[in-house]
């Protein structure tokens, strides 16, 4: 067994190679569990945890012990109780078992669109946010105030409780180290991000066949908020921006190739322009735009859940990195043998190349979804069975910056009263010295991220 | 005179301005019952036209709520002249979202075409206990029951709703279909259920083998 570091050397080198075009040394195993199962491990009370999530820690150090991943298998949780209940979210609700979800919801109301479109930012500040989260109600403006810098404090102490325990358990079992976390980003493509909590799945499919034209303008509008949201703070190869894809699969082509499409391709062309990748989690099943995908700058991160394996690895393999379709659902429903045979299936047809990691479709949401000592064994058969002999070659395309240039006038430019520059800021105190500019604007840009990050 | 083929073609073009220039002509003309009837039988038509575009993958799941919602249009703008008269039903169904699921858009599009279809159908709602099934059942003694969840935790809350029909000595009487996100062969076959879909054109076809 060889030491922590060395492990963690060996780890940090097949990612990197991933991610650089290279074959690595073997198939990475990229396996990250959600908070409620972690807790939910050996007999932890959800709730608790959830309330306070430094209890996961025994837990979590638990399932690290018995469970085989390159990367950390804990990665905290994106939706506390704490900051969501303090805002009293209709969005993000906790159900009969514990755990958070998303209703379908309407925040944003047809007659809202010509506001949305004319001012975004202030429209989701004064119209949405206050419809999704009814503590911030400006008729009690004091509390709401109180309200939003409780559950913004609530945010920043759970996600550092949980940071926390993933650095001491990088540390201590070895897991590739990740990327500098500042170089990271999260967002969503601008009709996601208006059909998901604005309009709602319902309203949004009537809004495509009844009002097209404010759809698509409304997608322009919201471009620079979504793009901005996303945007990492410094750039790094091996780090990415994340965005779930929603609604394509349930949209006709010439909707999505009309509506969806062209705003999600100018904003993952727009980073790469800047050396930035994207992973994508394609939601459901993306076979009819396999196609569209290929179009996406090369080493875009792609994570499947389904569609067949073949078809994707031939179309995209080459320029992509491809990652999910092991079908969770199998670790529990099938025997230990099955699991297998679908891991051996995995990696004869989407390990050869290269650009391949291994993930599952999509996560267990509770400790009951899986058969544990499946998991376990199907990521202990990767490990030992997904060895490349051709480790150090070229794999497929080399991703090139330069090879992407947008138009700066192609998008429209992110401005409103709610966000100061530090321009607005010094001609409003001219008093001001320069050294306070990282500070004030690194706030401005905070509560910037974490208001948007509501409505995600 | 209404063309009731019309009709039925506007809605399966999901043609929202033709259907409503159709019907509000129709009702302006002052027409009988039997004629309302006659209309609500040609969207129904219609519904099952959408149904198979779905099936052909020429619509989605978009489309389908569109559809959903234009029926209700419909009939909104039909029922005052169908009165309290009803059309014979062809089957019931108990449906609703198992306990720790709160998603409905998929619980809620097979509703509108099992409707559309001719169903009684009784929606619990989401999030639902294993004892509200049970009691519904008790109460209307349905031919289907229909168990819905798009998380993967749903699996589980489907195997104990079932097992508690089961427990409840109803099973026997029941037809027990699970639809949505997460559900397999395998998973059917480990909830104890008789069919799986992830289609809700197909879930509907599948009831309407079960009540011929």
Not at chain 1, 52 to 55: C, D, G, S, V, Y
């Given at each position: 067994m060889p030491d922590t570091s060395t492990l963690q050397q060996e780890r940090n080198s097949i990612y990197h190679d991933l991610f650089n075009n290279k074959i690595p040394k073997r198939v990475p195993v990229n396996i990250g569990l959600p908070f409620e199962p972690i807790a939910q491990y050996g007999g932890g009370d959800l709730l608790s945890a959830q309330w306070?999530?430094?209890?996961v820690e025994e837990a979590a150090d638990r399932v690290c012990q018995i469970l085989f991943s390159d990367s950390c298998p804990f990665g905290g949780s994106l939706r506390y109780p704490s900051f969501y209940q303090t805002l009293e979210s209709q969005s993000f609700v906790m159900s009969s078992n514990g755990f958070i979800q998303h209703p379908e919801v309407v925040a944003m109301l047809p007659e809202d669109y010509d506001y949305l479109i004319e001012k975004p930012y202030d429209c989701l500040l004064e119209r949405v946010l206050p419809r999704q989260y009814k503590a911030l109600n400006s008729d009690e403006p004091f509390n709401m105030a109180i309200n939003l810098a409780k559950s913004l404090l609530c945010y920043q102490n759970d996600n550092m409780q949980a940071g926390q325990i993933i650095v001491k358990l990088k540390e201590k079992y070895g897991y590739y180290s990740g990327a500098d976390r500042r170089s990271g980003g999260f967002t969503e493509a601008p009709f996601d991000f208006l059909a998901d909590q604005l309009r709602g799945f319902k309203e949004i499919s009537m809004d495509v066949r009844r009002r097209p034209e404010k759809v698509a303008e409304a997608c322009e509008a919201l471009y620079p908020i979504v793009f901005k949201k996303g945007m990492p703070a410094s750039v790094d190869n091996n780090a990415a921006v994340f965005l779930p894809l929603h609604m394509p699969t349930f949209m006709r082509e010439k909707d999505f190739e009309k509506l969806w499409w062209p705003s999600f391709k100018r904003m993952i062309d727009e980073y790469a322009s800047m050396g930035i990748h994207c992973q994508l989690f394609c939601e459901d099943n993306w076979t009819r735009y396999l196609d569209y995908l290929y179009e996406l700058p090369t080493d875009t991160r792609l994570m499947f859940e389904y569609g067949d394996p073949k078809l994707i690895k031939e179309k995209l393999g080459k320029k992509h990195i491809i990652t999910g379709l092991y079908p969770v659902t199998m670790l529990k429903t099938n025997t230990k043998e099955q699991c297998l045979d679908k891991a051996t299936e995995m990696l004869d047809v989407l390990a050869p190349g290269g650009k391949y990691y291994f993930g599952l479709d999509k996560n267990p949401l509770t400790i009951n979804d899986i058969k544990f000592e499946n998991l376990c064994a199907v990521t202990e058969y990767i490990r030992d069975n997904g060895i490349y002999s051709n480790a150090g070659e070229t794999a497929g395309l080399a991703f090139n910056k330069d090879d992407y240039k947008v138009d700066p006038s192609a998008s429209r430019k992110f401005e409103s009263k709610y966000y100061r520059t530090w321009e607005d800021y010094k001609t409003l105190n001219p008093k001001v010295s320069d050294l306070g500019e990282s500070k004030l604007q690194g706030f401005e840009e905070l509560i910037f991220q974490y208001l948007i990050f509501l409505l995600l | 005179m209404i063309d009731l083929k019309e009709v039925t073609q506007a809605v399966g073009d999901l043609d929202e301005n033709k259907l409503m220039e159709i019907l509000n002509d129709f009702i302006s003309g002052n027409p009988t019952e039997e004629e309302a009837i006659k209309v609500v039988n040609a969207c129904q038509n219609g519904m099952a036209v959408v149904g198979e575009l779905f099936e052909k993958e020429e619509y989605f799941i978009g489309d389908l709520i569109f559809s959903g919602e234009l029926l209700m249009e419909a009939i909104n703008i039909l029922k005052p002249l169908i009165g309290s008269s009803s059309s014979d039903k062809v089957g019931s169904i108990v449906l609703g979202t198992v306990h720790g699921d709160i998603h409905d858009i998929g619980k809620n599009i097979f509703k509108s075409m099992s409707e559309a279809a001719g169903f009684e159908v009784y929606d619990l709602g989401i999030d639902q206990p294993v004892s509200a099934f049970v009691e519904k059942i008790k109460e209307v003694n349905p031919n289907i029951i229909g168990l819905s969840g798009v998380l993967t935790l749903a699996l589980e809350s489907m195997k104990e709703t079932i097992d508690e029909i089961k427990g409840a000595g109803l099973r026997e009487n029941v037809k027990i279909i699970i639809g949505g996100n997460p559900v397999t062969k395998d998973a059917c076959i480990y909830v104890g259920a008789d069919a799986f879909t992830t289609n809700a054109a197909e879930g509907v076809k599948i009831c309407q083998g079960w009540v011929k």
């Open positions: 306070n999530p430094a209890l | -």
